[in-house]
């Protein structure tokens, strides 16, 4: 061992010390967090680490950025063996792994360190010119976050240059040293041959080497400061994210109501789940999320990327005073309007919290809880879950919330809908229909194969009752045993839980399963997504478990079995543009059953999709609780939404939920426009025989 490697040994027992200690501050941090059991389902996780996080699954939905990023996220998962070649080299000298692989192996791994540097070096120059020259919006952040990102990539380049030319000196000081494969650092080495004597190569050789192996573990040691930490978290987030199934991702957290809390949902960084911080930590701030998020891009306050942002801040602003950390000499740059450290540890930080001194009521007000900015997120980070956890605590612990909502809580608590209609009216659209209950088919001793749950929208809505008939016409032509509930139908609860109201909501919850069981139902459909999701998804966390089809579905499977009597659909070409509704799509994963129902119904329908579209529809603005409160901020979101549809130039559109309905109907009038909007089950029936 020289002198060199001694200094070297040295040098890496701290950093490698150093950075571990930041770990340990790093996980001690995420301790403040609540529990959040994410455990189960190993195997999906395991797939999603290897889709979304080795094969960078999500990342390829922006064409531009996507390639860039895998290749670096590639290139850095080569390059870190031989980062650990380096690393033990510099303390044992005669250390390769040429004397561990087999020859072919080893041949192609050298090969691919030298490709990598450069296919790295390129994609790191071409994110440095994007940064600094094209300056997309969605990568806005203020003057140290672009700073950091400068850094973080300039430290990259500096990585590869100095091991491309370590190598190349080094084989310019000894030819044999390296095989041919390092096709760049050969050609590199030949030159530098020519120009110097090999002492003096060698000489650069060892300035190369030091610089690149001081610079990794500078890199190392930097991650747990910047928001490049993501580096070391992501794959570890996106193996905690929710990934139970289709569905069930996009329930939301139950809660304990009886538990002995001073206050429920969150204020504060140590009233989220551990995983919430986590999602902190993992934010690459890509931005990806804030430029799919409908508030946004209509100019309201909210950004599901500041959301994340200020979690991180504000834990790292908070945790090191919970935790009596003396680490963290960051933290002043990293708090939000803290001067110094000093200030930092006084009264001044618990006299903060994250909701108010970072995150507002306007910005949680204005989430129509879409999913766009989960499904975006390249990291799979869940920035609604923060959200909906703030939300609980302005409604249950502060009594905050807009106006608007106050009837509409009293509504559901009195009449079991968000409207004050009594429920005596619920069954008022059956009139002339002869549709049963299933409290007449009990009396009669009978049982229907399904329950149709109409939905408040469709029971009390004079235009969702249209889409309510239509679907009875449907059941009824093909011969369906199906009964509803009539006035003993009530809301189950979902706008009340997507409001932050849960305790309202766990009443209703509970109250609708009660009923639903009191009557044996298995097998429920419903045209509404919102009942569709929270009696499939979300009423199984208090014990109601049932077969819940949305319509479309339930339409599409009786089509396929030709069970539907259509008549002949003969006629011009209608063009139809379809818009997908979130509660479907992004947290059902239904995509594709309205569109086949339609198009089997009226082979003569063309459907024309929208830019936006699928998993990236633009939400028409009613989720989230958003139906029931003013938008005064921005454009309306359904008049963007509808402009969207309009400019399709398609003859009809067609949406597959009655809050949907709604919002494009108004966004059609608003924008003086004639074209009519259907739903799907409206199409189909229009082609019933008579
Ligand atoms: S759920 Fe939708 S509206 Fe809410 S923050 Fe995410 S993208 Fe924005
Ligand atoms: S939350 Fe996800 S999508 Fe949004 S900025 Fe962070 S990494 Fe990007």
Not at 116 to 141: N, T
Not at 366 to 381: D, G, L, N
Not at 472 to 493: M, P, T, W
Not at 519 to 537: A, L
């Amino acid at each position: 061992m020289t002198a060199g490697n001694i200094v070297f040994l040295f040098i890496l027992i701290v950093a490698v010390g150093f950075f571990s200690l930041n770990v340990q501050r790093l996980v001690s941090y995420l301790q403040i967090g609540h529990p959040d059991a994410r455990t189960g389902h190993p195997f999906t996780r395991l797939r999603n680490v290897f889709e979304i996080g080795i094969a960078q699954k999500k990342i390829f939905r922006d064409p531009v950025a996507g390639p860039m990023h895998a290749l670096i996220f590639w290139g850095f998962m080569v390059l870190t063996a031989g980062t650990l070649e380096i690393l033990i080299a510099g303390v044992y000298p005669a250390f390769s792994f040429e004397a561990l692989l087999p020859k072919t192996i080893y041949t192609v791994y050298s090969a691919s360190q030298d490709m990598f540097a450069v296919v790295v070096l390129a994609a790191v120059s071409f994110a440095l010119y994007r940064r600094m020259v094209l300056h997309p919006r969605r990568l806005d952040g203020d003057d140290l976050e672009h700073t950091d990102a400068l850094i973080i990539l300039s430290m990259i380049a500096g990585l590869m240059i100095t091991l491309l030319l370590s190598n190349a000196f080094m084989l310019a000081a000894f030819p044999q040293a390296m095989g041919p494969e390092k096709v760049v650092s050969h050609q590199l080495g030949s030159a530098f041959a020519h120009m110097m004597d090999p002492r003096t190569a060698l000489a650069r050789y060892h300035i190369f080497w030091w610089a690149h192996a001081l610079l990794i573990l500078a890199f190392l040691n930097y991650l747990p400061y910047s928001k490049h930490l993501h580096v070391i978290t992501s794959l570890i987030n996106v193996y905690f994210s929710n990934t139970s199934g289709p569905g069930v991702k996009g329930a939301m957290r139950s809660m304990d109501l009886e538990a002995d809390v001073e206050s429920f949902g969150a204020s504060d960084v140590e009233q989220l789940s551990w995983k919430n911080l986590l999602d902190g930590y993992s934010c690459t701030e890509c931005g990806r999320c804030t430029a799919a998020c409908p508030a946004n891009i209509t100019g309201k306050l909210l950004s599901p990327r500041k959301i994340v942002i200020n979690t991180r801040q504000r834990l790292m602003e908070k945790a090191p005073v919970m935790t009596g950390d003396r680490m963290d000499f960051m933290r002043p740059a990293l708090s939000h309007g803290v001067e110094s450290y000093e200030a930092a540890t006084s009264d001044e930080v618990l006299g903060h919290r994250l909701l108010d001194s970072y995150i507002t009521e306007e910005e949680l007000w204005a989430c129509t809880s879409c999913r766009a900015c989960v499904v975006e997120c390249p990291v799979s980070i869940d920035q609604l879950d923060i959200i909906n956890e703030m939300r609980r605590n302005l409604v249950l612990t502060e009594s905050r919330f807009p106006a608007e909502l106050q009837p509409v809580f009293e509504s559901l608590e009195r009449n079991g809908s968000p409207w004050a209609f009594s429920a005596a009216d619920r069954a008022g659209w059956t009139e002339g229909l002869d549709i049963p209950t299933m409290a007449q088919m009990r009396e009669r001793g009978e049982k229907p194969d399904i329950l149709f749950w109409v939905g408040c929208m469709g029971s009390f809505d004079d235009r969702a009752k249209k889409i309510t008939v239509a679907f009875a016409h449907i059941l009824r032509a093909c011969g369906i045993n199906f009964a509803i509930l009539g006035q003993e139908e009530a809301c189950h609860g979902d706008p009340a839980r997507r409001m932050g109201n849960e305790y309202l909501y766990q009443i209703l919850a509970k109250n609708t399963i009660e009923t639903l069981d009191r009557y044996e139902v298995t097998t429920i459909v419903t045209h509404c997504p919102h009942c569709f999701h929270q009696m499939g998804n979300e009423l199984p966390q208090f014990g109601g478990n049932y077969e819940v089809i949305h319509h479309s579905t339930y339409i599409e499977r009786l089509l396929q079995d030709a069970r539907v009597p259509l008549r002949s659909a003969e006629g011009q070409k209608l063009t139809v543009a379809y818009h997908d509704s979130c509660y479907l799509g992004r947290y059902n994963d239904v995509y594709d059953a309205p569109r086949q129902a339609m198009k089997r119904a009226l082979p003569v329908i063309e459907l024309i999709e929208a830019p936006r579209t699928k998993d990236r529809g633009l939400c028409c603005g009613a989720g989230g609780g958003r139906m029931f409160m003013e938008e005064n901020t921005g454009k309306r979101i359904n008049a963007e939404r509808t402009e969207e549809l309009l400019a399709t130039g398609a003859a009809a559109l067609a949406v597959a939920c009655p809050f949907c309905m709604t919002m494009l109907t108004d966004g059609v009038k608003a924008n003086g426009s004639e074209v009519p909007v259907y739903d799907i089950s409206e199409i189909v029936a229009g082609q019933l025989q008579a």
